[in-house]
Nanobody, 127 residues
Framework: QVQLVESGGGLVQAGDSLRLSCAAS????????MGWFRQAPGKEREFVAA????????SYADSVKGRFTISRDNPKNTVYLQMNSLQPEDTAVYYC????????????????????WGQGTQVTVSS
């Protein structure tokens, strides 16, 4: 079984940056597409970003384009989410997920393709 553990969340002010990490255990990390989702209190979980197994193709939610960057380090079994210019509306619990990376990056903009999920890390952005 693949296990995912997020880290790097915290409390920041508007305009600040954070870098989230997701460490994976298990086999064949390089064969998985990786994604980030977030869920604010009282709201449904929403897609943030995804990256294919090769790292050559990424996709982003419109709300984070130009501010967030997803990347991966396959030898370290780790995926990252660099978040710049954070705003209060970015406040949420952020989850990483892993799915088999056989499709285009846009296919991973929904929860269904993902087989494994992390426990989440809290990001809070003050005004």
């Amino acid at each position: 079984q693949v296990q995912l553990v997020e880290s790097g969340g915290g409390l920041v002010q508007a305009g600040d940056s954070l870098r989230l990490s997701c460490a994976a255990s298990g086999r064949a990390f390089g064969a998985y597409a990786m994604g980030w989702f977030r869920q604010a209190p009282g709201k449904e979980r929403e897609f943030v970003a995804a990256i294919l197994w090769s790292g050559s193709s990424t996709s982003y939610a419109d709300s984070v384009k130009g501010r967030f960057t997803i990347s991966r380090d396959n030898p370290k079994n780790t995926v990252y989410l660099q978040m710049n210019s954070l705003q209060p509306e970015d406040t949420a619990v952020y989850y990483c997920a892993a799915g088999r990376g056989f499709y285009s990056s846009s296919y991973y903009s929904r929860p269904a393709p993902y087989d494994y999920w992390g426990q989440g890390t809290q990001v809070t952005v003050s005004s």
